[in-house]
């Protein structure tokens, strides 16, 4: 199975040292995209079954630029695609592959790129399974479409907002706003919706252009990765879910 590629990297201490990274996406958020990059070039390596050298890879809501680099030392030619001009240019990284468009609608030919991967964006669009449609358009017959998200449920559903969005996104928005003085960057019913791995999995079944090949927790060791096969449980315990198809 294509995860067992990947469970190797799935330990304890990556679980424990990527929580502790999260600590710095707002004070440093430098520190955290670098690290959460390099985790997720290291994952995609693991999950397709080519080599990346060479490898067209498109990463869908690509952010500032911080993932570039991760997937070019691995030899990959990259691509971002970012409908935010401000999340463009939030750290000043030089843009040459990146295209501004939304992921609903992106700009490429069929079956142009061997990997299409959206890391942490699903979360972020109110039509999560248009975007993850045309992930699987642009991607090659035998290539690999990799989505990850945060699920709404679990721990980290609220994003800055913490625990509180159990209590409602539109309350959680509220209490932040009125503790920080300012709005969320992740406002609820703007830019974070609730998402969960149940409607990820049923989009992933009901696709005909794409083979579900593994479904996992991103961030907990491989371990405890059952969780992800426990309907209702998996929404709060999973915290992240990762979807692996193969176009067909």
């Not at 997720?40 to 693991?46: E, P, S």
């Not at 691509?79 to 609903?104: F, K, N, W, Y």
């Amino acid at each position: 199975m294509p995860e067992s590629a990947f469970a190797r990297h799935a330990t304890w201490r990556r679980a424990r040292s990527l929580l502790h990274e999260f600590g710095f996406e707002q004070s440093d958020p430098d520190r955290f995209y670098s690290a959460l990059a390099e985790d997720t070039a290291q994952m995609v390596a693991a999950l397709h079954p080519e080599p990346l050298t060479g490898a067209a890879v498109l990463d869908v809501g690509g952010g500032p630029g911080f993932f570039a680099d991760a997937f070019t030392r691995r030899g990959a030619d990259y691509l971002s695609v970012e409908p935010d001009a401000g999340e463009m240019h939030a750290a000043g990284i030089d843009h040459r592959t990146c295209i501004r468009a939304q992921g609903q609608h992106l700009p490429l030919a069929t079956g142009c790129v061997d990997v299409a991967y959206s890391s942490n964006v699903a979360e972020h669009t109110d039509q999560p399974w248009e975007m993850a449609d045309e992930l699987v358009r642009v991607t090659r017959s035998g290539g690999t479409v990799i989505i990850s998200y945060t699920l709404w449920w679990g721990p980290f559903g609220g994003h800055e907002m913490g625990l509180t969005h159990y209590f409602g996104g539109h309350r959680a928005a509220r209490w932040y706003t009125r503790r920080h003085g300012r709005l969320p960057k992740n406002l609820y019913g703007v830019s974070l919706f609730p998402i969960t791995a149940q409607a990820g999995l049923d989009w992933a079944r009901r696709t005909t252009d794409a083979e579900l090949v593994a479904a996992f927790p991103r961030y907990l060791p491989r371990w405890a990765w059952p969780v992800i096969k426990i309907p209702v449980v998996r929404e709060i315990a999973a915290t992240n879910l990762v979807m692996v198809l193969r176009k067909r």
